[in-house]
Protein backbone atom coordinates (compact mmCIF):
# COMPACT_ATOMS: atom_id res chain seq x y z
CA UNK A 1 0.00 0.00 0.00
CA UNK A 2 1.36 3.23 -1.19
CA UNK A 3 1.30 6.64 1.31
CA UNK A 4 0.78 8.16 -2.19
CA UNK A 5 -2.73 6.00 -2.58
CA UNK A 6 -6.08 6.99 -2.32
CA UNK A 7 -7.18 3.62 -0.51
CA UNK A 8 -4.22 4.46 2.09
CA UNK A 9 -5.49 8.12 2.21
CA UNK A 10 -9.32 8.11 2.35
CA UNK A 11 -9.66 4.41 3.77
CA UNK A 12 -6.65 3.07 5.86
CA UNK A 13 -5.42 6.22 7.45
CA UNK A 14 -8.72 7.69 8.82
CA UNK A 15 -9.74 4.21 10.03
CA UNK A 16 -6.28 3.62 11.89
CA UNK A 17 -6.42 7.82 13.22
CA UNK A 18 -10.28 7.26 14.77
CA UNK A 19 -9.35 3.89 16.50
CA UNK A 20 -6.44 5.19 17.73
CA UNK A 21 -8.02 8.55 19.05
CA UNK A 22 -10.74 6.51 19.92
CA UNK A 23 -8.81 4.32 22.46
CA UNK A 24 -6.74 7.60 23.69
CA UNK A 25 -7.16 6.88 27.45
CA UNK A 26 -4.99 3.14 26.83
CA UNK A 27 -1.50 3.16 25.82
CA UNK A 28 -2.08 -0.45 25.39
CA UNK A 29 -5.11 -0.45 23.25
CA UNK A 30 -3.36 2.52 21.31
CA UNK A 31 -0.27 -0.17 20.74
CA UNK A 32 -2.02 -2.79 19.44
CA UNK A 33 -4.27 -0.63 17.18
CA UNK A 34 -1.07 0.43 15.94
CA UNK A 35 0.35 -3.21 15.38
CA UNK A 36 -2.65 -5.21 13.55
CA UNK A 37 -3.18 -2.23 11.04
CA UNK A 38 0.58 -2.07 10.50
CA UNK A 39 0.31 -5.99 9.48
CA UNK A 40 -2.30 -5.16 7.70
CA UNK A 41 -0.66 -2.36 5.81
CA UNK A 42 2.04 -4.90 4.74
CA UNK A 43 -0.32 -8.20 3.84
CA UNK A 44 -1.87 -5.51 1.41
CA UNK A 45 0.21 -6.44 -1.59
CA UNK A 46 1.60 -9.86 -0.85
CA UNK A 47 -0.12 -11.48 2.30
CA UNK A 48 2.40 -14.16 2.89
CA UNK A 49 5.49 -12.48 3.22
CA UNK A 50 3.83 -11.26 6.34
CA UNK A 51 4.89 -14.76 7.67
CA UNK A 52 8.75 -13.71 6.76
CA UNK A 53 8.19 -10.24 8.82
CA UNK A 54 6.79 -12.81 11.90
CA UNK A 55 9.66 -15.27 11.81
CA UNK A 56 11.84 -12.54 11.73
CA UNK A 57 10.30 -10.51 14.61
CA UNK A 58 10.15 -14.21 16.44
CA UNK A 59 13.52 -15.05 15.77
CA UNK A 60 15.03 -11.57 17.04
CA UNK A 61 12.92 -11.85 20.04
CA UNK A 62 14.60 -14.60 21.77
CA UNK A 63 18.31 -13.65 20.09
CA UNK A 64 18.08 -10.46 22.33
CA UNK A 65 16.43 -12.49 25.56
CA UNK A 66 19.34 -14.86 24.89
CA UNK A 67 22.36 -12.03 24.55
CA UNK A 68 20.99 -10.20 27.30
CA UNK A 69 21.18 -13.48 29.72
CA UNK A 70 24.26 -14.63 28.71
CA UNK A 71 26.17 -10.87 28.81
CA UNK A 72 28.22 -11.77 31.12
CA UNK A 73 29.23 -14.65 29.87
CA UNK A 74 31.38 -12.55 26.78
CA UNK A 75 32.14 -15.62 24.30
CA UNK A 76 28.63 -17.06 24.26
CA UNK A 77 27.12 -13.42 24.28
CA UNK A 78 29.10 -13.35 20.80
CA UNK A 79 28.19 -16.61 19.43
CA UNK A 80 24.84 -15.43 19.62
CA UNK A 81 25.21 -12.22 18.14
CA UNK A 82 27.06 -14.26 15.21
CA UNK A 83 24.28 -16.76 15.11
CA UNK A 84 21.58 -13.82 14.73
CA UNK A 85 23.60 -11.80 12.32
CA UNK A 86 23.70 -15.08 10.42
CA UNK A 87 19.93 -15.49 10.65
CA UNK A 88 19.35 -12.05 9.49
CA UNK A 89 21.51 -11.38 6.79
CA UNK A 90 21.05 -15.43 5.41
CA UNK A 91 17.39 -14.27 5.69
CA UNK A 92 18.38 -11.30 3.09
CA UNK A 93 20.59 -13.22 1.14
CA UNK A 94 18.49 -15.77 0.14
CA UNK A 95 15.46 -13.08 -0.89
CA UNK A 96 17.30 -10.22 -2.27
CA UNK A 97 21.06 -11.99 -3.68
CA UNK A 98 20.86 -15.36 -4.31
CA UNK A 99 19.80 -15.33 -7.48
CA UNK A 100 22.55 -12.48 -8.10
CA UNK A 101 25.36 -15.12 -6.55
CA UNK A 102 23.63 -18.07 -8.94
CA UNK A 103 24.56 -16.18 -12.26
CA UNK A 104 27.86 -14.83 -11.28
CA UNK A 105 28.76 -18.60 -10.30
CA UNK A 106 27.22 -19.43 -13.78
CA UNK A 107 28.75 -17.04 -15.68
CA UNK A 108 32.05 -17.69 -14.21
CA UNK A 109 32.13 -21.32 -14.29
CA UNK A 110 30.84 -24.37 -16.19
CA UNK A 111 28.38 -25.11 -13.64
CA UNK A 112 24.79 -24.30 -14.67
CA UNK A 113 22.32 -23.96 -11.52
CA UNK A 114 19.12 -23.37 -12.19
CA UNK A 115 18.24 -19.54 -10.73
CA UNK A 116 15.46 -19.38 -9.01
CA UNK A 117 13.05 -16.09 -9.53
CA UNK A 118 12.43 -15.11 -5.94
CA UNK A 119 10.18 -12.31 -4.95
CA UNK A 120 11.45 -9.60 -2.98
CA UNK A 121 9.29 -8.95 -0.06
CA UNK A 122 8.52 -5.58 0.58
CA UNK A 123 10.97 -3.46 2.91
CA UNK A 124 12.85 -6.62 3.51
CA UNK A 125 16.10 -4.53 3.87
CA UNK A 126 14.65 -2.27 6.46
CA UNK A 127 12.84 -4.77 8.70
CA UNK A 128 15.91 -6.56 8.67
CA UNK A 129 18.35 -3.39 9.67
CA UNK A 130 15.64 -2.80 12.46
CA UNK A 131 16.00 -5.90 14.05
CA UNK A 132 20.07 -6.15 13.73
CA UNK A 133 19.66 -2.93 15.51
CA UNK A 134 17.13 -4.24 18.27
CA UNK A 135 19.44 -7.22 19.44
CA UNK A 136 22.70 -5.05 18.87
CA UNK A 137 21.66 -2.03 21.19
CA UNK A 138 20.33 -4.62 24.02
CA UNK A 139 23.71 -6.21 23.59
CA UNK A 140 25.72 -3.03 23.95
CA UNK A 141 22.91 -2.17 27.16
CA UNK A 142 21.95 0.72 25.06
CA UNK A 143 18.22 -0.48 25.35
CA UNK A 144 16.25 -2.70 27.58
CA UNK A 145 15.54 -5.79 26.32
CA UNK A 146 11.97 -6.07 25.48
CA UNK A 147 10.56 -9.32 27.64
CA UNK A 148 7.12 -8.52 25.84
CA UNK A 149 7.03 -9.88 22.09
CA UNK A 150 4.46 -7.29 21.13
CA UNK A 151 6.61 -4.62 22.03
CA UNK A 152 9.01 -6.44 19.52
CA UNK A 153 6.61 -6.55 16.88
CA UNK A 154 5.40 -3.36 17.04
CA UNK A 155 8.72 -1.88 16.62
CA UNK A 156 10.12 -4.05 13.68
CA UNK A 157 6.29 -3.60 12.14
CA UNK A 158 5.70 0.08 12.68
CA UNK A 159 3.91 1.00 9.01
CA UNK A 160 5.31 4.49 8.36
CA UNK A 161 8.31 3.40 8.54
CA UNK A 162 8.18 -0.50 7.66
CA UNK A 163 8.91 -0.65 3.96
CA UNK A 164 11.00 2.19 3.06
CA UNK A 165 12.45 3.78 6.09
CA UNK A 166 13.82 5.75 7.80
CA UNK A 167 15.63 3.31 9.56
CA UNK A 168 14.69 3.29 13.05
CA UNK A 169 17.35 2.71 15.88
CA UNK A 170 15.71 0.50 18.75
CA UNK A 171 17.43 2.77 21.02
CA UNK A 172 15.86 5.97 19.54
CA UNK A 173 11.99 4.51 19.94
CA UNK A 174 12.36 1.97 22.82
CA UNK A 175 10.77 4.47 25.49
CA UNK A 176 8.34 6.08 22.72
CA UNK A 177 6.63 3.09 22.44
CA UNK A 178 6.04 2.52 26.23
CA UNK A 179 5.69 6.53 27.08
CA UNK A 180 4.73 8.42 24.77
CA UNK A 181 2.24 11.58 24.40
CA UNK A 182 -0.17 12.75 21.40
CA UNK A 183 -0.44 16.37 21.18
CA UNK A 184 -2.85 18.72 18.87
CA UNK A 185 0.36 20.39 18.28
CA UNK A 186 2.13 17.34 17.35
CA UNK A 187 -0.97 16.01 15.05
CA UNK A 188 -1.20 19.59 13.45
CA UNK A 189 2.62 19.80 12.38
CA UNK A 190 2.64 15.76 11.86
CA UNK A 191 -0.57 16.32 9.33
CA UNK A 192 1.29 19.03 7.70
CA UNK A 193 4.46 17.30 7.44
CA UNK A 194 3.13 14.81 5.54
CA UNK A 195 0.82 16.89 3.39
CA UNK A 196 4.88 18.54 2.38
CA UNK A 197 5.94 14.91 1.77
CA UNK A 198 2.82 14.11 -0.28
CA UNK A 199 3.48 17.09 -2.51
CA UNK A 200 7.00 16.27 -3.71
CA UNK A 201 6.06 12.74 -4.24
CA UNK A 202 3.14 13.31 -6.38
CA UNK A 203 3.76 16.56 -8.07
CA UNK A 204 7.58 16.89 -8.68
CA UNK A 205 8.76 13.34 -8.28
CA UNK A 206 6.02 11.61 -10.22
CA UNK A 207 6.80 14.61 -12.91
CA UNK A 208 10.26 13.99 -13.50
CA UNK A 209 9.80 10.47 -13.02
CA UNK A 210 7.95 10.76 -16.95
CA UNK A 211 10.52 13.23 -17.70
CA UNK A 212 13.45 10.80 -16.51
CA UNK A 213 11.69 7.50 -17.82
CA UNK A 214 11.35 8.70 -21.36
CA UNK A 215 14.88 9.76 -21.56
CA UNK A 216 16.36 6.43 -20.11
CA UNK A 217 14.17 4.20 -22.25
CA UNK A 218 15.14 6.04 -25.73
CA UNK A 219 18.95 5.51 -24.29
CA UNK A 220 18.53 1.58 -24.88
CA UNK A 221 17.66 2.36 -28.08
CA UNK A 222 20.16 4.41 -29.43
CA UNK A 223 22.80 7.59 -28.22
CA UNK A 224 20.89 10.51 -27.14
CA UNK A 225 22.15 14.23 -27.62
CA UNK A 226 24.21 15.66 -24.94
CA UNK A 227 21.49 18.02 -23.96
CA UNK A 228 18.93 15.46 -23.94
CA UNK A 229 21.28 13.17 -22.20
CA UNK A 230 22.01 15.44 -19.36
CA UNK A 231 18.33 16.77 -19.04
CA UNK A 232 17.33 12.98 -18.27
CA UNK A 233 20.20 12.29 -15.55
CA UNK A 234 18.79 16.15 -14.07
CA UNK A 235 15.71 14.90 -13.79
CA UNK A 236 16.57 11.42 -12.12
CA UNK A 237 18.21 13.88 -9.47
CA UNK A 238 15.48 15.34 -8.72
CA UNK A 239 12.97 12.58 -8.97
CA UNK A 240 15.26 10.34 -6.67
CA UNK A 241 15.48 13.19 -4.29
CA UNK A 242 11.41 14.13 -3.89
CA UNK A 243 10.53 10.44 -4.02
CA UNK A 244 12.95 9.23 -1.28
CA UNK A 245 12.29 12.63 1.06
CA UNK A 246 8.73 12.93 -0.12
CA UNK A 247 8.26 9.29 1.61
CA UNK A 248 10.50 10.42 5.08
CA UNK A 249 8.35 13.97 5.37
CA UNK A 250 5.51 11.35 5.22
CA UNK A 251 6.79 8.94 7.59
CA UNK A 252 8.10 11.68 9.91
CA UNK A 253 4.11 13.16 9.83
CA UNK A 254 2.23 9.86 10.22
CA UNK A 255 4.58 9.46 12.96
CA UNK A 256 4.04 12.63 14.90
CA UNK A 257 0.19 12.06 14.58
CA UNK A 258 0.63 9.18 16.73
CA UNK A 259 2.79 10.68 18.98
CA UNK A 260 5.86 9.17 17.93
CA UNK A 261 8.99 11.73 17.34
CA UNK A 262 11.37 10.00 14.30
CA UNK A 263 15.11 11.32 13.41
CA UNK A 264 15.07 13.31 9.92
CA UNK A 265 16.26 11.60 7.16
CA UNK A 266 17.14 14.06 4.75
CA UNK A 267 18.87 17.87 5.37
CA UNK A 268 19.14 19.34 1.37
CA UNK A 269 21.67 16.79 0.37
CA UNK A 270 21.84 18.82 -2.72
CA UNK A 271 23.78 21.90 -1.45
CA UNK A 272 26.57 19.83 -0.07
CA UNK A 273 30.28 21.10 -0.87
CA UNK A 274 31.36 17.55 -0.93
CA UNK A 275 30.82 13.80 -0.96
CA UNK A 276 31.33 12.85 2.52
CA UNK A 277 28.74 16.46 3.13
CA UNK A 278 25.99 14.54 1.04
CA UNK A 279 26.07 11.51 2.82
CA UNK A 280 25.84 13.41 5.84
CA UNK A 281 22.78 15.15 4.60
CA UNK A 282 21.33 12.00 2.04
CA UNK A 283 19.26 8.94 3.74
CA UNK A 284 20.70 10.02 7.27
CA UNK A 285 19.34 6.86 8.63
CA UNK A 286 21.23 4.64 6.97
CA UNK A 287 24.13 6.15 6.97
CA UNK A 288 24.04 6.70 11.11
CA UNK A 289 23.17 2.60 11.08
CA UNK A 290 26.23 1.70 9.01
CA UNK A 291 28.34 4.10 11.11
CA UNK A 292 27.35 2.56 14.28
CA UNK A 293 26.95 -1.08 13.62
CA UNK A 294 29.94 -1.56 10.63
CA UNK A 295 31.88 1.33 10.89
CA UNK A 296 33.22 2.08 14.18
CA UNK A 297 33.10 -1.47 15.07
CA UNK A 298 35.95 -1.66 12.57
CA UNK A 299 38.02 1.27 14.62
CA UNK A 300 36.33 4.11 12.21
CA UNK A 301 38.84 6.79 11.58
CA UNK A 302 40.34 6.59 14.77
CA UNK A 303 42.94 3.88 13.47
CA UNK A 304 46.65 3.51 13.51
CA UNK A 305 47.26 4.39 10.15
CA UNK A 306 45.31 5.63 7.03
CA UNK A 307 45.40 2.28 5.33
CA UNK A 308 42.89 0.99 8.21
CA UNK A 309 40.54 3.54 7.79
CA UNK A 310 40.59 3.05 3.80
CA UNK A 311 39.71 -1.03 4.10
CA UNK A 312 36.66 0.59 6.77
CA UNK A 313 35.31 2.87 4.50
CA UNK A 314 35.67 -0.05 1.26
CA UNK A 315 33.58 -2.15 3.77
CA UNK A 316 31.02 0.35 4.75
CA UNK A 317 30.70 1.70 1.05
CA UNK A 318 30.66 -2.00 -0.61
CA UNK A 319 28.05 -2.74 1.96
CA UNK A 320 26.25 -0.06 1.23
CA UNK A 321 26.06 -0.46 -2.70
CA UNK A 322 25.29 -4.06 -2.02
CA UNK A 323 22.13 -2.81 0.44
CA UNK A 324 20.65 -0.64 -2.91
CA UNK A 325 20.26 -4.00 -4.70
CA UNK A 326 21.87 -6.99 -6.29
CA UNK A 327 23.22 -5.33 -9.21
CA UNK A 328 26.51 -4.28 -10.66
CA UNK A 329 25.59 -0.75 -11.24
CA UNK A 330 24.65 -0.71 -7.54
CA UNK A 331 28.29 -2.22 -6.61
CA UNK A 332 29.82 0.23 -8.74
CA UNK A 333 28.19 3.36 -7.24
CA UNK A 334 28.77 2.26 -4.05
CA UNK A 335 33.10 1.61 -4.84
CA UNK A 336 32.94 5.24 -6.70
CA UNK A 337 31.25 6.95 -3.66
CA UNK A 338 33.95 4.91 -1.11
CA UNK A 339 36.49 6.25 -3.91
CA UNK A 340 36.04 9.84 -3.28
CA UNK A 341 35.32 9.34 0.19
CA UNK A 342 38.74 7.98 0.68
CA UNK A 343 40.49 11.17 -1.11
CA UNK A 344 38.62 13.76 0.51
CA UNK A 345 39.95 12.34 3.54
CA UNK A 346 42.96 11.98 2.56
CA UNK A 347 43.22 15.59 1.10
CA UNK A 348 40.90 17.24 4.04
CA UNK A 349 38.81 18.40 1.22
CA UNK A 350 35.85 18.15 3.55
CA UNK A 351 37.68 20.64 6.03
CA UNK A 352 38.35 23.37 3.91
CA UNK A 353 36.59 26.82 3.64
CA UNK A 354 37.91 27.70 0.80
CA UNK A 355 36.58 27.20 -3.23
CA UNK A 356 32.97 26.67 -1.69
CA UNK A 357 31.47 27.15 -4.94
CA UNK A 358 33.94 25.33 -7.46
CA UNK A 359 33.56 21.99 -4.75
CA UNK A 360 29.87 22.28 -5.23
CA UNK A 361 30.01 22.05 -8.83
CA UNK A 362 32.30 18.81 -8.20
CA UNK A 363 30.22 17.52 -5.64
CA UNK A 364 27.34 17.40 -7.74
CA UNK A 365 28.83 16.53 -11.28
CA UNK A 366 29.78 13.63 -9.02
CA UNK A 367 26.15 12.68 -7.50
CA UNK A 368 24.64 12.79 -10.75
CA UNK A 369 27.46 10.92 -12.90
CA UNK A 370 26.51 8.37 -9.66
CA UNK A 371 22.52 8.60 -10.06
CA UNK A 372 22.93 7.22 -13.97
CA UNK A 373 24.54 4.10 -12.62
CA UNK A 374 22.41 3.85 -10.00
CA UNK A 375 19.79 4.52 -12.23
CA UNK A 376 20.44 2.04 -15.02
CA UNK A 377 19.61 -1.93 -15.37
CA UNK A 378 23.02 -2.66 -16.23
CA UNK A 379 26.69 -1.30 -16.56
CA UNK A 380 26.57 -1.86 -20.18
CA UNK A 381 23.50 0.76 -20.29
CA UNK A 382 25.03 2.91 -17.75
CA UNK A 383 28.10 3.34 -20.18
CA UNK A 384 26.25 4.19 -22.90
CA UNK A 385 24.08 6.63 -21.64
CA UNK A 386 27.37 8.43 -19.82
CA UNK A 387 28.47 8.09 -23.21
CA UNK A 388 25.84 10.02 -24.72
CA UNK A 389 26.39 12.97 -21.68
CA UNK A 390 29.65 13.40 -22.76
CA UNK A 391 29.19 13.60 -26.62
CA UNK A 392 30.75 10.22 -27.28
CA UNK A 393 28.12 8.77 -28.97
CA UNK A 394 28.03 11.68 -32.14
CA UNK A 395 24.54 11.96 -31.74
CA UNK A 396 24.94 16.38 -31.38
CA UNK A 397 24.27 18.53 -28.27
CA UNK A 398 20.70 20.07 -28.77
CA UNK A 399 17.47 18.25 -30.49
CA UNK A 400 13.66 19.17 -30.58
CA UNK A 401 13.20 16.54 -27.88
CA UNK A 402 15.32 18.25 -25.05
CA UNK A 403 13.44 21.70 -25.62
CA UNK A 404 9.84 19.72 -25.93
CA UNK A 405 10.87 18.67 -22.53
CA UNK A 406 12.01 21.48 -21.07
CA UNK A 407 8.95 23.46 -22.59
CA UNK A 408 6.24 20.53 -21.13
CA UNK A 409 7.96 20.35 -17.69
CA UNK A 410 9.45 23.79 -16.86
CA UNK A 411 7.81 24.67 -13.93
CA UNK A 412 8.31 21.56 -12.47
CA UNK A 413 12.35 21.41 -12.78
CA UNK A 414 12.55 25.01 -11.40
CA UNK A 415 9.91 24.22 -8.41
CA UNK A 416 12.11 21.31 -8.27
CA UNK A 417 15.89 22.80 -8.18
CA UNK A 418 14.51 26.07 -5.86
CA UNK A 419 12.94 23.26 -2.61
CA UNK A 420 16.49 21.01 -3.24
CA UNK A 421 17.68 24.02 -1.68
CA UNK A 422 16.14 25.27 2.09
CA UNK A 423 14.35 28.50 0.40
CA UNK A 424 11.22 27.47 1.75
CA UNK A 425 12.04 26.79 5.39
CA UNK A 426 13.87 30.01 5.20
CA UNK A 427 10.57 31.85 3.52
CA UNK A 428 9.22 29.73 6.56
CA UNK A 429 11.19 31.10 9.13
CA UNK A 430 10.86 34.59 7.82
CA UNK A 431 7.65 34.89 7.83
CA UNK A 432 6.97 33.18 11.42
CA UNK A 433 9.90 35.15 12.97
CA UNK A 434 8.09 38.95 11.47
CA UNK A 435 6.01 40.18 13.60
CA UNK A 436 4.58 42.12 10.95
CA UNK A 437 3.39 38.83 8.55
CA UNK A 438 2.92 36.30 11.83
CA UNK A 439 -1.19 36.78 11.78
CA UNK A 440 -1.20 36.30 8.01
CA UNK A 441 0.94 33.37 7.77
CA UNK A 442 -1.17 31.79 10.14
CA UNK A 443 -3.92 32.44 8.33
CA UNK A 444 -2.54 31.46 4.91
CA UNK A 445 -0.58 28.36 5.60
CA UNK A 446 -2.90 25.88 6.74
CA UNK A 447 -5.25 27.34 3.88
CA UNK A 448 -2.32 26.82 1.57
CA UNK A 449 -2.00 23.12 3.02
CA UNK A 450 -5.04 22.01 2.17
CA UNK A 451 -4.71 23.14 -1.12
CA UNK A 452 -1.90 21.61 -1.97
CA UNK A 453 -3.34 18.40 -0.44
CA UNK A 454 -6.37 18.91 -2.78
CA UNK A 455 -4.08 19.60 -5.46
CA UNK A 456 -2.36 16.63 -5.00
CA UNK A 457 -5.37 14.31 -4.92
CA UNK A 458 -6.73 15.76 -8.19
CA UNK A 459 -3.07 14.29 -9.47
CA UNK A 460 -3.88 10.79 -7.60
CA UNK A 461 -8.04 10.49 -8.42
CA UNK A 462 -6.61 11.56 -12.55
CA UNK A 463 -4.22 8.23 -12.16
CA UNK A 464 -0.60 9.89 -12.95
CA UNK A 465 2.52 7.51 -12.73
CA UNK A 466 2.98 6.70 -8.97
CA UNK A 467 5.94 4.58 -8.83
CA UNK A 468 8.28 4.68 -4.92
CA UNK A 469 11.98 4.06 -6.05
CA UNK A 470 13.14 3.09 -2.43
CA UNK A 471 10.10 0.58 -2.50
CA UNK A 472 12.31 -1.84 -4.55
CA UNK A 473 15.35 -1.66 -1.84
Not at 73 to 87: E, S
Not at 260 to 278: A, L, Q, R, T, V
Not at 346 to 351: E, G, R, S
Request: glycine letters at 6%; a positive charge.
Amino acid sequence: MLFSSVVFLFYFLPVVLVLYYALRFSLILKNIILLIFSLFFYAWGEPWFVLIMLASIVFNYFFALWVDKYRQRKAAAKWILTLMLIFNLGLLFVFKYLAFALSIVNENTLFHINVPNIALPLGISFFTFHAISYVIDVYRQQGKVQKNLFYVALYISFFPQLVAGPILRYKTIAEQMVQRKETWQKFSVGCCRFITGLSKKVLLSNSMAIVADHIFSMSSDSGLPVSLAWLGAIAYTLQIYFDFSGYSDMAIGLGLMFGFKFEENFNYPYISKSISEFWRRWHISLGTWFKEYVYFPLGGSRVANKDKMIRNLLVVWGLTGVWHGAEWTFVIWGLINFAFIALEKVFNVDKTSRFRLLRHVYAMFVVVIGWVIFRSPSLVDAGNYLSSMFGLHGTGFWSDTTYMFMKEYAVFFILGLLFSTPIAKKINKFTVEGARFSRVFELVYPLGMIMIFLVCVAYLVKGTYNPFIYFNF
